[in-house]
């Protein structure tokens, strides 16, 4: 008969409260700084590729991404509601609802966080009893991340990906803990399996997912207590394996159908090719994101290490193993290996593990907490909540410095010298963001420009001085003028600037 959860103190409850009133402000400091923080330029990308999904072009055919589709189909209905190639207004208006929705999702995946803390906290009663207040603590610790706080905020797929992701563990803790109690337990494993194949659909890199995850389910299924609850047997558990096949099978179901509309629309390799070949061999240029993360999470990191440790230890001595929290273990470290895989993985990378490594902070947090007498707890807990909001107090101060009013000033004027359906050309500013691009490659930044082969760029050099490509505007930012002296010799014969950033063509003489 499983143990019942001891009660809440009323120091529990003013601390769970806490928490949760910090987790609410932390989001509410966010609201003045979406229409105001500088644009990253992954922003105009994704809503460009949305806006031309919306006008009918298929991606990865018509125009390159080597991202996979799932938000794009997020996006393309609300341009409805938004008339982004005829008014700037709408257009910002767009961007801004967005980042709003951006918002959103990352409440629901700090609320899912808790959810799976309070999830992995009550199946773990039965063992030695895990600190309260998990789950809250972790989407507190979640919600003031720099990492998080400045990504959580931006246009860009990682942000779906997210809260499926984490509905995915959810549901999966929740399989787990029907199957330990002999209830059915399926529907759970594959409402799981799909969830994540729902995530890889909105950005591949949930791939890393999987090891780790197969990884915790085959020890789950491998793995089991012997008669006296002293160690752990090997012995094969049929239902555990059919729940683990169960979520693997229902993982590939997402994929799949996507596969098959974009096959209906002659794009089925082009989307295998873009999404999964090509960004095998994708080439990186360091941006040292992972030192940035040591720089400002290291104080959660270390809580993490400590909870993560205190874990192993209770799963060890424990007499009914806790193999939710092991699976979950098993995750973060397949995640952490898979970033340390990438070449050079960059800030949104470090998205996937890091709820998971909140997680195991607020337990070792709690851990420590409670090693304390029950008066010091509530200072002691004021005191590490200070600490801890220091460096995320810093990131959040840093966006509000971060402007984006020149990058609106540019997209003004495009809109003020050019027509919906005029094409602009642009490098990676994204000041081409709902126009028509000259194109097959849309951005041009230094790895884009590292896949282009040779041939394309002098196809479209050629194109462009015969006038067979003729864009009605010119953004020449660095990564569009580093296609090379030829092409800086081209624009300088076709077009004229007054200002060295905007290209007009020039006029022709009567």
């Given at each position: 008969?499983?143990?019942?959860?001891?009660?809440?103190s009323?120091?529990?409850?003013?601390g769970?409260s806490a928490?949760?009133?910090?987790?609410?402000g932390?989001?509410l400091?966010r609201v003045?700084?979406?229409?105001h923080?500088?644009?990253?330029?992954d922003?105009?990308?994704?809503a460009?590729?949305?806006?031309c999904?919306f006008k009918g072009?298929v991606?990865?055919r018509d125009?390159?991404e080597?991202?996979?589709?799932a938000?794009y189909y997020l996006l393309?209905?609300?341009?409805?509601w938004f008339?982004?190639?005829t008014?700037?207004d709408s257009?910002?208006?767009?961007?801004?609802?967005g980042?709003c929705?951006?918002?959103?999702l990352?409440?629901l995946s700090v609320f899912?966080?808790?959810r799976?803390?309070?999830?992995?906290q009550?199946?773990?009663q039965?063992?030695?009893p895990?600190p309260?207040?998990?789950g809250?603590?972790a989407?507190?610790?979640?919600?003031t991340?720099?990492i998080?706080?400045?990504k959580?905020?931006e246009?860009r797929?990682?942000?779906l990906?997210?809260p499926?992701?984490l509905?995915?563990l959810?549901l999966?803790?929740?399989g787990?803990?029907?199957?330990?109690?002999g209830a059915?337990a399926l529907k759970?494993?594959a409402?799981?399996?799909f969830?994540?194949?729902?995530?890889?659909?909105?950005?591949?890199k949930m791939?890393?997912?999987?090891?780790g995850?197969?990884?915790?389910?085959?020890?789950w299924?491998?793995?089991?207590d012997s008669p006296?609850?002293?160690?752990?047997?090997?012995r094969?558990?049929?239902?555990?394996?059919?729940?683990t096949?169960t979520?693997?099978?229902a993982?590939l179901i997402?994929?799949?159908?996507t596969?098959c509309?974009?096959e209906?629309n002659h794009a089925?390799?082009a989307?295998?090719?873009?999404n999964?070949?090509l960004?095998?061999?994708?080439?990186?240029?360091?941006?040292?994101?992972?030192v940035?993360?040591?720089?400002t999470s290291?104080?959660?990191?270390?809580f993490a290490?400590?909870?993560a440790?205190?874990f192993?230890?209770?799963?060890w001595?424990?007499t009914?193993?806790?193999?939710?929290g092991l699976?979950?273990?098993?995750?973060?470290?397949g995640?952490l290996?898979?970033?340390l895989?990438?070449?050079?993985a960059?800030?949104q990378?470090?998205?996937?593990?890091?709820p998971?490594?909140?997680l195991?902070a607020a337990?070792?947090?709690?851990f420590?907490?409670?090693?304390l007498?029950?008066r010091r707890?509530?200072?002691?807990t004021?005191?590490l909540a200070?600490l801890?909001?220091?460096?995320?107090?810093i990131?959040?101060?840093?966006?509000f410095?971060e402007?984006n009013e020149?990058?609106?000033?540019k997209?003004?004027?495009?809109f003020?010298?050019?027509?919906?359906?005029?094409?602009?050309?642009d490098?990676?500013?994204g000041?081409?963001?709902f126009?028509?691009h000259a194109?097959?490659y849309?951005?041009l930044?230094?790895e884009a420009?590292?896949?282009?082969?040779?041939?394309q760029v002098?196809a479209f050099?050629d194109?462009?001085?015969s006038g067979?490509i003729?864009?009605?505007l010119i953004?020449?930012?660095?990564?569009?003028?580093?296609?090379?002296?030829?092409?800086?010799?081209?624009?300088n014969?076709?077009?004229?600037?007054n200002?060295?950033?905007?290209?007009?063509?020039?006029?022709v003489?009567p």
């Amino acid at each position: 008969m499983p143990i019942a959860a001891p009660p809440h103190s009323g120091n529990d409850r003013r601390g769970l409260s806490a928490a949760l009133l910090a987790t609410v402000g932390v989001f509410l400091a966010r609201v003045p700084v979406l229409p105001h923080r500088r644009f990253d330029p992954d922003e105009f990308e994704h809503a460009h590729a949305a806006w031309c999904f919306f006008k009918g072009m298929v991606p990865y055919r018509d125009f390159f991404e080597h991202h996979t589709p799932a938000y794009y189909y997020l996006l393309r209905p609300f341009f409805r509601w938004f008339a982004v190639d005829t008014s700037f207004d709408s257009a910002l208006h767009f961007l801004v609802f967005g980042r709003c929705l951006s918002v959103a999702l990352s409440i629901l995946s700090v609320f899912l966080l808790t959810r799976i803390g309070q999830l992995w906290q009550d199946s773990d009663q039965a063992a030695e009893p895990t600190p309260h207040g998990v789950g809250p603590l972790a989407g507190l610790l979640l919600a003031t991340q720099p990492i998080f706080l400045q990504k959580a905020i931006e246009i860009r797929p990682d942000m779906l990906a997210l809260p499926f992701f984490l509905g995915s563990l959810w549901l999966l803790l929740r399989g787990m803990a029907r199957q330990a109690a002999g209830a059915g337990a399926l529907k759970h494993f594959a409402a799981s399996g799909f969830s994540l194949g729902v995530a890889i659909m909105s950005t591949q890199k949930m791939l890393f997912v999987l090891p780790g995850a197969l990884v915790g389910l085959g020890l789950w299924s491998l793995l089991a207590d012997s008669p006296d609850g002293r160690h752990l047997a090997l012995r094969f558990d049929l239902a555990r394996a059919l729940g683990t096949a169960t979520f693997l099978l229902a993982a590939l179901i997402p994929g799949v159908l996507t596969w098959c509309a974009f096959e209906a629309n002659h794009a089925g390799h082009a989307f295998i090719a873009n999404n999964f070949l090509l960004n095998a061999h994708w080439k990186h240029f360091s941006t040292h994101q992972g030192v940035k993360l040591l720089t400002t999470s290291w104080p959660m990191l270390v809580f993490a290490l400590l909870g993560a440790l205190v874990f192993l230890r209770r799963f060890w001595r424990s007499t009914t193993r806790p193999h939710g929290g092991l699976v979950l273990l098993c995750t973060v470290v397949g995640l952490l290996l898979g970033v340390l895989v990438i070449p050079v993985a960059q800030r949104q990378y470090y998205l996937m593990p890091l709820p998971l490594a909140c997680l195991f902070a607020a337990h070792g947090l709690m851990f420590a907490i409670e090693r304390l007498p029950e008066r010091r707890r509530p200072s002691a807990t004021a005191v590490l909540a200070i600490l801890l909001a220091v460096l995320p107090a810093i990131a959040l101060g840093e966006s509000f410095v971060e402007g984006n009013e020149e990058q609106l000033a540019k997209l003004r004027q495009v809109f003020q010298r050019t027509k919906p359906t005029d094409v602009v050309l642009d490098g990676w500013d994204g000041m081409g963001v709902f126009r028509p691009h000259a194109l097959y490659y849309y951005f041009l930044h230094e790895e884009a420009r590292a896949i282009l082969p040779q041939e394309q760029v002098d196809a479209f050099l050629d194109a462009l001085d015969s006038g067979r490509i003729r864009p009605r505007l010119i953004a020449m930012d660095e990564n569009l003028a580093a296609l090379g002296p030829r092409f800086i010799a081209i624009v300088n014969r076709h077009y004229v600037s007054n200002d060295g950033y905007f290209y007009d063509p020039r006029p022709v003489a009567p």
